[in-house]
């Protein structure tokens, strides 16, 4: 079993591999602020930066991602990609699952959306053995993300799912709670991270 995760990681950690990686999310990053385009067309803009939520999480990690080919880690990115792109994957997809519940009926763009954004939310996770913030980066990281839901769910900001808008103040609790979820595991990989440093040392 461990020879077949270490090939597994031999084969994600490959420059190769994470040249393919970074033109996918390059792809998902442009699609998802075209996405959103019709959205920000009826948005103030001192407010456009925190509407495209999913593709500004994929584009952190594609930096991230830039980062690691370079030889840096950009560790704020690093968290940022973290936090954001496990919290907006699994938003997605609970919000998808919701409306097919909702309405009994999801479009195949809508099924596209929930296998794409749980994807975005497993790279995250498996690549944080590469990711090197520490506690301050996760702060900042927090900070942004939960102001961003006070953006989305008090200035009512958040993506618009025209089915569950009568669900706002549930999903506003939900995504809170996400968040602090995501912010938790990001704190858990630093503290992964630093115990086997120690052990190393």
Same mark, same amino acid.
């Given at each position: 079993m461990s020879s077949i995760k270490n090939m597994a990681w031999l084969i994600l950690s490959h420059k190769s591999f994470?040249?393919?990686? +970074?033109? /996918?999310?390059?792809? !998902?990053?442009?699609? !998802?602020? $075209?996405?959103?385009?019709?959205?920000?067309e009826m948005t103030d803009s001192i407010f456009w930066i925190f509407v495209p939520d999913s593709p500004t999480a994929s584009l952190f990690f594609l930096l991230a991602i830039i980062g690691w080919l370079i030889g840096k880690n950009f560790k704020l990115i690093e968290a940022l990609a973290l936090i954001t792109l496990v919290k907006y994957g699994l938003w997605a997809v609970v919000m998808n699952l919701l409306t097919f519940?909702?309405? !009994? *009926?999801? #479009?195949? /763009? %809508? &099924?596209?959306?929930? !296998?794409?954004?749980?994807?975005?939310?497993?790279?995250? /996770? =498996? *690549?944080?053995?590469?990711?090197?913030? #520490?506690?301050?980066?996760?702060v900042i990281?927090?900070? &942004?993300? +939960?102001?961003? $839901? /006070?953006? #989305?769910?008090?200035? %009512?900001? @958040?993506?618009?799912?025209? $089915? =569950?808008?009568?669900? @706002?103040?549930?999903? %506003?609790?939900?995504?809170?709670?996400?968040?602090?979820?995501?912010?938790?595991?990001?704190?858990?990989?630093?503290k992964i991270r630093v115990k086997r440093e120690a052990v190393i040392a």
């Amino acid at each position: 079993m461990s020879s077949i995760k270490n090939m597994a990681w031999l084969i994600l950690s490959h420059k190769s591999f994470l040249w393919i990686l +970074l033109f /996918v999310n390059i792809f !998902g990053t442009v699609y !998802g602020y $075209d996405w959103y385009m019709w959205q920000l067309e009826m948005t103030d803009s001192i407010f456009w930066i925190f509407v495209p939520d999913s593709p500004t999480a994929s584009l952190f990690f594609l930096l991230a991602i830039i980062g690691w080919l370079i030889g840096k880690n950009f560790k704020l990115i690093e968290a940022l990609a973290l936090i954001t792109l496990v919290k907006y994957g699994l938003w997605a997809v609970v919000m998808n699952l919701l409306t097919f519940m909702e309405t !009994g *009926y999801l #479009d195949p /763009v %809508g &099924w596209m959306l929930i !296998g794409s954004h749980f994807a975005m939310a497993v790279q995250a /996770v =498996l *690549y944080s053995p590469f990711y090197k913030f #520490d506690f301050r980066h996760i702060v900042i990281a927090a900070i &942004w993300t +939960l102001h961003n $839901d /006070v953006i #989305d769910y008090v200035f %009512g900001q @958040m993506p618009i799912y025209y $089915d =569950l808008m009568k669900h @706002m103040n549930e999903i %506003g609790y939900f995504t809170f709670w996400l968040s602090i979820a995501c912010i938790l595991l990001a704190y858990a990989v630093w503290k992964i991270r630093v115990k086997r440093e120690a052990v190393i040392a």
